[in-house]
């Protein structure tokens, strides 16, 4: 899968610098969740690393890395010696991943960053959760970002760069990267082997974003989730039973998240239809009052199944009654709309 498509500008605009030999030491690459971000920043840095860009010609020799030399063997099998990733620790005592990237990691970083390279005069340091450096943290990246060593290139990656401290974004080179364009996911969807049956699904789901949808790659994930689609065609009147089935079934194997955003996508179109109807009694605001209230009930319970991921990691809760649950109210909330239409 190109690390690349649906990022060229930034890609162009990393090549134009390379080959002027004037490449800016540090860029902050930000942009929505699940875009490929990260899978970009390692393409650009093997890129930088690759020997026949390090060691070539000269300006128009720079090329996409080559996939073949010693220097892009080793960034392929993740051992090469001047590329240095830094990401969240593990935990093992509350077995999940650190809240923050801790100072230390950060001073390992600007130490790796002052050597010169082992293979070449090059290195590169990728930060991938560069919004989880605390205050202190990013201080001490900021003496890095001041005094750069000749060679070293520092890749930043966050969603949002108003985490980072202005200090720290003034001395980045910012590059937005956006969600991807329908035709570009759909390529990419298909180079992840979703089939063509679950492809309107991923398209609508993933809204630009693959990472979103990456379980669809597996096709009991992607059959489950389109049976679970099926269950609310008719969702003032879906059958509780099959649904309950369907999550006893499913919900140990199906992201949480995307047996979320399915429901929501099959119940979109009965939400459009009430607020179309609520939008025509505008013209008589008497009746228009309650099915209004009845429809922001509804809506709060579509927010409460949008947080049940969140909810039942939280509080540990059992996840299917939890869901099923989450799920009777919003019929409810539905079928009142009707009723006061
Ligand atoms: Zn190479």
Redesign the pocket.
């Known amino acids: 899968m190109s690390a690349v498509l649906g990022h060229d500008e930034t890609y162009r605009r990393f090549h134009r610098q390379m080959a002027s030999g004037r490449l800016h030491h540090a860029w902050l690459l930000y942009g929505p969740e699940g875009i490929g971000k990260r899978m970009l920043a390692r393409s650009l840095a093997?890129d930088y690393?690759?020997?026949?860009?390090s060691q070539g010609n000269g300006v128009d020799d720079i090329k996409a890395?080559?996939?073949?030399?010693?220097?892009?063997?080793m960034m392929a099998a993740g051992s090469h010696p001047d590329f240095l990733l830094i990401e969240r620790e593990f935990d093992e005592k509350n077995k999940r991943l650190k809240r923050d990237v801790h100072i230390g990691q950060v001073r390992n970083l600007l130490g790796f960053l002052s050597l010169s390279g082992a293979e070449s005069a090059r290195r590169v340091a990728l930060i991938g959760e560069a919004g989880r450096m605390n205050t202190q943290t990013a201080n001490a990246m900021l003496k890095g970002l001041e005094e750069p060593a000749a060679g070293s290139l520092l890749l930043l990656v966050c969603e949002d760069a108003l985490l980072l401290p202005a200090t720290v974004r003034s001395r980045c080179l910012l590059q937005y990267l956006s969600p991807l364009p329908e035709a570009v996911m759909r390529k990419l969807l298909s180079e992840m082997q979703v089939s063509e049956q679950a492809m309107p699904l991923a398209l609508r789901l993933s809204d630009g974003q693959p990472g979103r949808v990456m379980a669809l790659t597996d096709v009991d994930v992607a059959e489950a989730l389109l049976s679970w689609h099926g269950l609310f065609a008719a969702p003032e009147s879906f059958d509780v039973g099959k649904v309950q089935q369907w999550i006893v079934r499913h919900v140990a194997h199906v992201p949480h998240g995307l047996i979320v955003d399915t429901l929501l996508d099959a119940l979109k179109p009965a939400f459009m239809a009430q607020s179309d109807t609520l939008c025509a009694e505008f013209s008589s605001p008497d009746a228009a009052i309650p099915a209004m209230q009845c429809f922001d009930a509804a809506l709060d319970a579509a927010r409460n199944l949008a947080a049940w991921p969140a909810e039942v990691r939280r509080r540990t809760l059992r996840p299917t009654p939890t869901l099923l649950a989450h799920i009777l109210s919003l019929r409810i909330a539905l079928r009142d709309i009707k009723k006061a239409a």
Not at 49 to 53: A, E, P, Q
Not at 65 to 73: E, F, I, K, P, Y
């Open positions: 093997a690393l690759c020997r026949k860009n890395a080559c996939g073949v030399c010693h220097d892009c063997r």
